[in-house]
């Protein structure tokens, strides 16, 4: 098992800044990758970003140029920066952790965290 811990979450103007933190601890030996994928009241859970063990990452067409999602590997804990926030990313945000292929386009969550609310509202 791969336990997640999420911190960061909270409430921002639009064009604000925020940054998600997710700590993994358990059997880190059996994923390869980690993401992070969210759910807006009503609609479905949609991939944000995900990011390799060797560091290649994938983003959601949305959230490209404004998100970075970036990873620790001695502490076990991923990032994610997401800049120029608008309503639209209002959600509640998962850290997963799972398999994919080299470049991380494939990404197979396995583990989820508990989630955190992010809110972009005026």
């Known amino acids: 098992q791969v336990q997640l811990v999420e911190a960061g979450g909270g409430l921002v103007q639009p064009g604000g800044s925020l940054r998600l933190s997710c700590a993994a601890s358990?059997?880190?030996?059996?994923?390869?990758?980690m993401g992070w994928y969210r759910q807006a009241p009503g609609k479905q859970r949609e991939k944000v970003a995900a990011i390799t063990s060797g560091g290649s990452t994938n983003y959601a067409h949305s959230v490209k140029g404004r998100f970075t999602i970036s990873r620790d590997n001695a502490n076990n804990t991923v990032y994610l920066q997401m800049n120029s926030l608008k309503p639209d990313d209002t959600a509640v945000y998962y850290c997963?952790?799972?398999?994919?292929?080299?470049?991380?386009?494939?990404?197979?969550?396995?583990?989820w965290g508990q989630g955190t609310q992010v809110t972009a509202s005026s």
């Open positions: 358990g059997k880190i030996r059996s994923i390869n990758a």
């Open positions: 997963t952790a799972g398999w994919a292929d080299n470049s991380g386009t494939y990404y197979n969550p396995r583990y």
